[in-house]
């Protein structure tokens, strides 16, 4: 199985980014995904997470009201749309795959089976 994420970069705070997770070598419709991220200095924690059938999303309170997860089972892409985007959000977001199917929890419970590389998220106050 191979996540390969995409779309970070530079963005002045208050603005919008969108990552996008193209999952391989697997049937993508039975998982779970998500998304984690490392700040410089902390540990790394989970952002948000979309059940295997795309109805079940859980956000970390720091990104609650301002990200949104979705998914694309024809593409077998996740995204992350990140809105009004702050400098505390600035870290290397991965994108994680949960390794049970038909799971709509693990992921948001730290469950994950399979992480992508990461891409840098910088916000510029």
């Known amino acids: 199985v191979q996540l390969q994420a995409s779309g970070g970069g530079l963005v002045q705070a208050g603005g919008s980014l969108r990552l996008s997770c193209v999952v391989s070598g697997r049937t993508f419709d039975n998982y779970g995904m998500g998304w984690f991220r490392r700040a410089p200095d902390k540990e790394r924690a989970f952002v948000a997470s979309?059940?295997?059938?795309?109805?079940?999303?859980y956000y970390s309170d720091s990104v609650k009201g301002r990200f949104t997860i979705s998914r694309d089972n024809a593409k077998s892409t996740v995204y992350l749309q990140m809105d009004s985007l702050k400098p505390e959000d600035t870290a290397v977001y991965y994108c994680?795959?949960?390794?049970?199917?038909?799971?709509?929890?693990?992921?948001?419970?730290?469950?994950?089976?399979?992480w992508g590389p990461g891409t840098q998220v910088t916000v510029s106050s």
């Open positions: 979309v059940g295997w059938r795309g109805v079940t999303k």
């Open positions: 994680v795959a949960a390794g049970r199917p038909r799971t709509s929890t693990d992921i948001s419970r730290g469950i994950v089976g399979y």
